[in-house]
């Protein structure tokens, strides 16, 4: 997750959204380093400007609530929904979102949170109000995290042979 959030970190200060995170699109090779693939969907952004962009990314299991509905200007927040899809995924064992279409992404079934509470979505307007302050609070996980795994990254190992 650390190698996967860096490697975020530098495409977002650079002004690329990847746009399309997904275990697929993460190569691991033999010495365990982790590089980002794909980058058929990924185009620049500047997080000062708010321009139109298409909906229509990102594999659809790890597509945030914002693109589900159909929002046209995002950020970076984009490719973080992602990374927490994966890092739930790997808590899980298995997608924890999984889905044919937009719909069943959205309404009537259970979504499981973090902190064990699960909410049944239903199809309405007021599907913002209950998915968007999970959202942010994963955001906020996910910073959290980066942010311990960049600690331990930096703490002096000790070297036991």
Known sequence: MQQLLSGLEHCHSHGILHRDIKGSNLLIDDCGILKIADFGLATFFDPHKSISLTSRVVTLWYRPPELLLGATHYGAAVDLW????????????????????????????????????????????????????????????????????????????????
């Open 82 to 161: 992602s990374a927490g899809c994966i890092l739930g995924e790997l808590y899980a064992g298995k997608p924890i979102m999984p889905g044919r279409t937009e719909v069943p992404c959205l309404c009537g079934r259970e979504i499981p949170c973090f902190w064990g509470v699960k909410i049944y979505m239903v199809c309405s307007m007021e599907f913002k109000f209950f998915v968007f302050p999970l959202y942010y609070e994963l955001v906020r996980l996910i910073e959290l995290l980066s942010y311990i795994l960049l600690i331990f990254d930096n703490c002096p190992v000790m070297n036991i042979e």
